[in-house]
Protein backbone atom coordinates (compact mmCIF):
# COMPACT_ATOMS: atom_id res chain seq x y z
CA UNK A 1 0.00 0.00 0.00
CA UNK A 2 0.94 3.66 -0.64
CA UNK A 3 -0.17 6.23 0.63
CA UNK A 4 0.43 9.78 -1.60
CA UNK A 5 0.12 13.36 0.50
CA UNK A 6 0.67 17.16 -0.47
CA UNK A 7 1.96 17.89 2.64
CA UNK A 8 2.80 15.89 5.73
CA UNK A 9 -0.43 15.05 7.68
CA UNK A 10 0.82 13.27 11.34
CA UNK A 11 -2.74 11.14 11.08
CA UNK A 12 -1.41 9.82 7.65
CA UNK A 13 1.51 9.15 8.63
CA UNK A 14 0.87 6.84 11.51
CA UNK A 15 -2.43 4.58 9.00
CA UNK A 16 0.60 4.22 6.95
CA UNK A 17 2.74 2.94 9.50
CA UNK A 18 0.35 0.54 11.02
CA UNK A 19 -0.44 -0.88 7.86
CA UNK A 20 3.15 -1.63 6.75
CA UNK A 21 2.00 1.16 4.00
CA UNK A 22 4.47 3.32 2.30
CA UNK A 23 4.04 7.13 2.95
CA UNK A 24 5.07 10.13 0.01
CA UNK A 25 4.91 13.27 0.82
CA UNK A 26 4.47 15.16 -2.99
CA UNK A 27 5.69 18.21 -2.74
CA UNK A 28 6.57 20.62 -5.81
CA UNK A 29 6.14 20.02 -9.66
CA UNK A 30 5.62 16.87 -10.51
CA UNK A 31 8.98 16.06 -12.31
CA UNK A 32 10.73 16.51 -8.75
CA UNK A 33 8.85 13.72 -6.93
CA UNK A 34 7.60 11.64 -9.78
CA UNK A 35 10.74 9.10 -10.38
CA UNK A 36 10.56 8.99 -6.55
CA UNK A 37 7.30 7.49 -6.93
CA UNK A 38 7.52 4.70 -10.02
CA UNK A 39 10.56 3.67 -7.58
CA UNK A 40 8.69 3.04 -4.92
CA UNK A 41 5.58 1.16 -6.79
CA UNK A 42 8.59 -1.15 -8.59
CA UNK A 43 9.75 -1.77 -4.97
CA UNK A 44 6.32 -2.28 -3.26
CA UNK A 45 5.18 -4.43 -6.50
CA UNK A 46 8.49 -6.76 -6.21
CA UNK A 47 7.71 -7.18 -2.68
CA UNK A 48 4.26 -7.89 -3.05
CA UNK A 49 5.61 -10.61 -5.90
CA UNK A 50 8.11 -12.40 -3.49
CA UNK A 51 5.19 -12.44 -0.67
CA UNK A 52 2.62 -14.21 -3.30
CA UNK A 53 5.52 -16.80 -4.36
CA UNK A 54 6.50 -17.04 -0.93
CA UNK A 55 2.95 -18.08 0.12
CA UNK A 56 2.33 -20.72 -3.31
CA UNK A 57 5.78 -22.57 -1.95
CA UNK A 58 4.29 -23.09 1.82
CA UNK A 59 1.43 -24.24 0.31
CA UNK A 60 3.03 -26.23 -1.70
CA UNK A 61 5.13 -28.02 0.83
CA UNK A 62 2.60 -28.02 3.55
CA UNK A 63 0.42 -30.30 1.11
CA UNK A 64 2.93 -32.31 0.41
CA UNK A 65 3.87 -32.41 3.80
CA UNK A 66 0.68 -33.45 4.68
CA UNK A 67 -0.19 -35.68 2.17
CA UNK A 68 3.02 -37.67 2.59
CA UNK A 69 2.50 -37.61 6.60
CA UNK A 70 -1.78 -38.96 6.27
CA UNK A 71 -0.23 -41.76 3.89
CA UNK A 72 2.40 -43.52 5.85
CA UNK A 73 0.80 -43.13 9.08
CA UNK A 74 -1.96 -45.13 7.45
CA UNK A 75 0.80 -47.40 6.38
CA UNK A 76 2.09 -47.84 10.14
CA UNK A 77 -1.32 -48.58 11.35
CA UNK A 78 -1.60 -51.33 9.31
CA UNK A 79 2.26 -52.47 9.99
CA UNK A 80 1.79 -52.46 13.80
CA UNK A 81 -1.46 -54.54 13.63
CA UNK A 82 0.00 -56.75 11.64
CA UNK A 83 2.90 -56.69 14.36
CA UNK A 84 0.37 -57.53 16.74
CA UNK A 85 -1.08 -60.47 15.24
CA UNK A 86 2.34 -61.53 14.67
CA UNK A 87 3.31 -60.89 18.41
CA UNK A 88 -0.10 -63.04 19.74
CA UNK A 89 1.01 -66.29 17.58
CA UNK A 90 4.92 -66.35 17.79
CA UNK A 91 6.13 -68.09 20.77
CA UNK A 92 9.79 -68.24 20.08
CA UNK A 93 11.15 -65.61 23.36
CA UNK A 94 14.25 -64.61 20.44
CA UNK A 95 11.32 -64.35 17.64
CA UNK A 96 9.22 -62.23 20.46
CA UNK A 97 12.54 -59.86 20.98
CA UNK A 98 12.93 -58.96 17.37
CA UNK A 99 9.17 -58.00 17.41
CA UNK A 100 9.27 -55.52 20.02
CA UNK A 101 12.25 -54.33 18.39
CA UNK A 102 10.17 -53.77 15.87
CA UNK A 103 7.23 -52.26 17.85
CA UNK A 104 9.78 -49.65 19.68
CA UNK A 105 10.66 -48.74 15.73
CA UNK A 106 7.22 -47.91 14.39
CA UNK A 107 6.79 -46.10 17.61
CA UNK A 108 9.77 -44.19 16.96
CA UNK A 109 8.83 -43.24 13.06
CA UNK A 110 5.49 -42.50 14.43
CA UNK A 111 6.77 -39.71 16.77
CA UNK A 112 9.19 -38.19 14.40
CA UNK A 113 6.04 -37.86 12.00
CA UNK A 114 3.88 -36.06 14.82
CA UNK A 115 7.22 -33.68 15.08
CA UNK A 116 7.70 -32.90 11.28
CA UNK A 117 3.77 -31.91 11.81
CA UNK A 118 4.29 -29.79 14.88
CA UNK A 119 7.22 -28.36 13.64
CA UNK A 120 6.12 -27.57 10.13
CA UNK A 121 3.28 -25.53 11.57
CA UNK A 122 5.08 -23.21 13.75
CA UNK A 123 4.72 -19.72 13.13
CA UNK A 124 1.54 -20.26 10.60
CA UNK A 125 -0.85 -18.24 13.02
CA UNK A 126 -0.21 -14.75 14.47
CA UNK A 127 1.02 -14.58 18.03
CA UNK A 128 -1.02 -12.56 20.32
CA UNK A 129 -1.93 -11.68 24.08
CA UNK A 130 -2.49 -15.01 26.44
CA UNK A 131 -3.65 -15.63 29.72
CA UNK A 132 -0.99 -17.45 31.66
CA UNK A 133 -3.52 -18.94 33.78
CA UNK A 134 -5.36 -20.03 30.68
CA UNK A 135 -1.66 -21.29 29.25
CA UNK A 136 -1.65 -23.25 31.84
CA UNK A 137 -4.92 -24.96 32.17
CA UNK A 138 -4.49 -25.71 28.61
CA UNK A 139 -1.11 -27.23 29.01
CA UNK A 140 -2.26 -29.87 31.82
CA UNK A 141 -5.13 -30.46 30.13
CA UNK A 142 -2.42 -31.51 27.24
CA UNK A 143 -0.61 -34.07 29.67
CA UNK A 144 -1.54 -37.01 31.54
CA UNK A 145 -0.42 -36.06 35.52
CA UNK A 146 -0.74 -39.37 37.34
CA UNK A 147 -0.82 -37.57 40.73
CA UNK A 148 1.21 -34.42 40.31
CA UNK A 149 0.28 -31.51 41.53
CA UNK A 150 0.53 -28.14 39.90
CA UNK A 151 0.29 -24.94 41.76
CA UNK A 152 0.48 -21.60 40.04
CA UNK A 153 0.60 -18.17 41.23
CA UNK A 154 1.06 -16.70 38.40
CA UNK A 155 -2.29 -14.08 38.93
CA UNK A 156 -3.24 -11.95 35.88
CA UNK A 157 -0.11 -11.70 33.86
CA UNK A 158 -0.75 -11.88 30.45
CA UNK A 159 2.32 -12.77 27.79
CA UNK A 160 2.82 -11.85 23.60
CA UNK A 161 3.30 -15.51 22.46
CA UNK A 162 2.93 -17.78 19.63
CA UNK A 163 -0.75 -19.95 20.07
CA UNK A 164 1.57 -22.81 20.78
CA UNK A 165 2.85 -21.45 24.43
CA UNK A 166 0.72 -24.49 25.96
CA UNK A 167 2.30 -27.04 23.94
CA UNK A 168 5.86 -25.53 25.15
CA UNK A 169 4.21 -25.42 28.75
CA UNK A 170 2.78 -28.75 28.33
CA UNK A 171 6.26 -29.99 27.28
CA UNK A 172 7.68 -28.96 30.49
CA UNK A 173 5.59 -30.53 32.54
CA UNK A 174 5.46 -33.78 30.56
CA UNK A 175 9.62 -33.77 30.96
CA UNK A 176 8.95 -33.41 34.57
CA UNK A 177 6.50 -36.33 35.38
CA UNK A 178 8.43 -38.42 32.27
CA UNK A 179 12.03 -37.77 33.80
CA UNK A 180 12.39 -36.48 37.16
CA UNK A 181 11.94 -39.68 38.93
CA UNK A 182 9.27 -39.34 41.87
CA UNK A 183 8.19 -35.98 40.84
CA UNK A 184 5.15 -35.12 42.94
CA UNK A 185 4.39 -31.59 42.74
CA UNK A 186 5.35 -28.53 40.26
CA UNK A 187 5.51 -24.93 41.23
CA UNK A 188 4.79 -22.44 38.02
CA UNK A 189 5.30 -18.51 39.06
CA UNK A 190 6.14 -15.17 37.81
CA UNK A 191 9.72 -13.22 38.96
CA UNK A 192 9.07 -9.69 37.53
CA UNK A 193 12.45 -7.75 36.30
CA UNK A 194 13.17 -4.67 34.94
CA UNK A 195 13.54 -6.08 31.45
CA UNK A 196 10.64 -7.98 31.59
CA UNK A 197 10.10 -11.24 33.71
CA UNK A 198 10.54 -14.50 34.17
CA UNK A 199 8.36 -17.85 34.15
CA UNK A 200 9.71 -20.20 36.44
CA UNK A 201 8.13 -23.86 36.25
CA UNK A 202 9.98 -25.98 38.97
CA UNK A 203 9.55 -29.55 40.15
CA UNK A 204 10.72 -31.47 43.02
CA UNK A 205 12.70 -34.73 41.33
CA UNK A 206 16.08 -35.60 40.69
CA UNK A 207 17.12 -32.57 38.70
CA UNK A 208 19.38 -32.18 35.41
CA UNK A 209 23.16 -32.49 35.32
CA UNK A 210 24.93 -29.80 34.14
CA UNK A 211 26.43 -31.04 31.47
CA UNK A 212 22.99 -32.06 30.16
CA UNK A 213 21.66 -28.58 30.87
CA UNK A 214 22.16 -27.34 27.37
CA UNK A 215 21.51 -30.63 25.40
CA UNK A 216 18.54 -30.98 26.32
CA UNK A 217 17.20 -28.62 24.19
CA UNK A 218 18.91 -30.08 21.10
CA UNK A 219 17.06 -31.94 18.89
CA UNK A 220 17.04 -35.55 19.07
CA UNK A 221 18.48 -35.66 22.75
CA UNK A 222 16.14 -38.60 23.73
CA UNK A 223 17.14 -39.12 26.87
CA UNK A 224 14.91 -36.33 28.27
CA UNK A 225 11.93 -35.59 26.09
CA UNK A 226 13.11 -36.13 22.35
CA UNK A 227 12.49 -33.52 20.41
CA UNK A 228 10.47 -32.18 23.18
CA UNK A 229 12.54 -29.24 24.32
CA UNK A 230 13.58 -28.55 21.27
CA UNK A 231 10.22 -27.68 19.89
CA UNK A 232 10.00 -25.81 23.42
CA UNK A 233 12.49 -23.44 22.71
CA UNK A 234 11.46 -23.13 19.02
CA UNK A 235 8.19 -21.52 19.85
CA UNK A 236 9.28 -19.55 22.76
CA UNK A 237 11.85 -18.02 20.30
CA UNK A 238 9.42 -16.99 17.66
CA UNK A 239 8.49 -14.07 19.83
CA UNK A 240 11.26 -13.70 21.07
CA UNK A 241 11.26 -15.36 24.90
CA UNK A 242 13.59 -17.22 25.68
CA UNK A 243 14.27 -20.47 27.94
CA UNK A 244 17.34 -21.92 30.55
CA UNK A 245 17.36 -24.66 33.38
CA UNK A 246 18.59 -23.19 36.13
CA UNK A 247 17.86 -26.15 38.68
CA UNK A 248 20.41 -27.54 41.03
CA UNK A 249 21.20 -31.22 40.42
CA UNK A 250 19.46 -33.64 42.50
CA UNK A 251 17.38 -31.00 44.21
CA UNK A 252 14.47 -30.68 40.97
CA UNK A 253 14.18 -28.99 37.49
CA UNK A 254 14.11 -25.42 36.95
CA UNK A 255 13.33 -24.01 33.77
CA UNK A 256 13.24 -19.97 33.10
CA UNK A 257 11.44 -19.12 30.45
CA UNK A 258 12.86 -15.14 30.50
CA UNK A 259 10.16 -12.58 28.55
CA UNK A 260 10.95 -8.85 27.37
CA UNK A 261 9.07 -6.32 28.30
CA UNK A 262 6.93 -5.56 25.32
CA UNK A 263 6.08 -9.05 26.11
CA UNK A 264 4.42 -8.80 29.39
CA UNK A 265 1.70 -7.18 31.15
CA UNK A 266 -0.79 -7.43 33.55
CA UNK A 267 -4.45 -7.70 32.02
CA UNK A 268 -6.97 -5.06 32.88
CA UNK A 269 -4.07 -3.06 33.30
CA UNK A 270 -2.05 -2.61 30.51
CA UNK A 271 1.01 -2.02 31.91
CA UNK A 272 4.28 -3.36 31.27
CA UNK A 273 6.13 -4.64 33.99
CA UNK A 274 8.36 -1.97 36.17
CA UNK A 275 11.08 -2.84 38.88
Known amino acids: MIILASAYDPDAFRTAVANCAEFLVMAGPADTWYPVLVQLIEK ?16 KLNLVGSATRHDVLNQLTAV ?35 FAKDYQNLGTES ?34 ADPALEKAVA ?41 DKERIFERGVGKYTGWGLFLTREILMLTGLTIAETGEPGKGARFEIHIPAEAYRKEGTGNVAAA
Open 127 to 160: PGWQSLVSVIRRACDIVTLKGVTITETCGNVAVY
Open 80 to 114: SGYTELLEMVVEDPQMKSYIEKERFALEKIRRQFQ
Open 44 to 59: VSAIRRAQDEVALLNR
Open 171 to 211: QLLDNAIRHGHSVSSIRISVREKENGAVLLVEDNGTGIPVA
